[in-house]
């Protein structure tokens, strides 16, 4: 048996990826993860100076990245960044990632915070897949990957908007991989339990003044495995997902959740 010589992988070169939500925290890692592995990377974020931010670390690093300013809850403006971008070049991946966060159960919850998260959560990955499929049917294929959450499919406390629109994007996504696979598109979703972005970060100094380190450990380790997820390790999994070595993966919601699921006492 002879080894592959190819075998060092994961590459996705010459490979042309939007990640939305790119700005920071976890798009920010896969953007720049997809780039270190060859592909050329439009960045999406609402904020443009962070958008240009993730384009000038990937540039010092030898990559190509071009920034976006989008606000994905717009669908007007999603669609004519969509068809300025594929007017030029064949998109092969798109990284639904761009999202926000929210902490209440029904009754707490405002009707302003539930538009708020389906607006953002629900409706901007919407308008992204929707924006982006048609034009990979006519160019032969493509792979949508969209950032689900344990939260989607799992009673977790305080989360009930949040929850509800992770397990819309989980529903979608299955919904995009069954309808366009005579189109050779994949769609997967990535389901991963805490990260540690700043969004955790200013959360505890907003929520817990002086006990940051404490909480920070109590939410440590709800995970089994003692710790949160690093965007990084998000990125890798998204690298392989989006790989030529899982074009047999779709319809796949994948836990990151350090034994969230399976091994809790």
Known sequence: MKLDAHASSFRLGGKVA??????????????LKFASNGASIHV?????????????QIAAAGGSAFPHQCDVTNPNEVTATFQE???RHRVDILVNNAGISHIGT??????????RIVQVNIKGYYSCMRAVVGHMKTSGGGIILNLASIAGSSGLPDRFA???????????????????????????????ARVHTPFVDSYLAKTYPGREQEMFEKLAHAQPIGRMAEPAEVASLALFLCSDEASFIT?????LDGGFFNLRG
Do not use: W
């Open 18 to 31: 939007i990640v939305t939500g790119a700005g920071s925290g976890i798009g920010q890692a896969i953007a």
């Open 44 to 56: 999406f974020d609402l904020n443009p100076s962070a958008a240009a931010e993730t384009c000038d």
């Open 85 to 87: 971008l594929t007017r």
């Open 106 to 115: 029904v009754e707490s919850t405002t009707p302003e915070d539930f538009d």
């Open 162 to 192: 949040y929850s509800m629109s992770k397990g819309a994007v989980i529903a979608m996504t299955f919904s995009v991989a069954r309808d366009y696979l005579p189109h050779k598109i994949r769609c997967n979703c990535i389901s991963p």
């Open 251 to 255: 319809g796949a919601d994948y836990p």
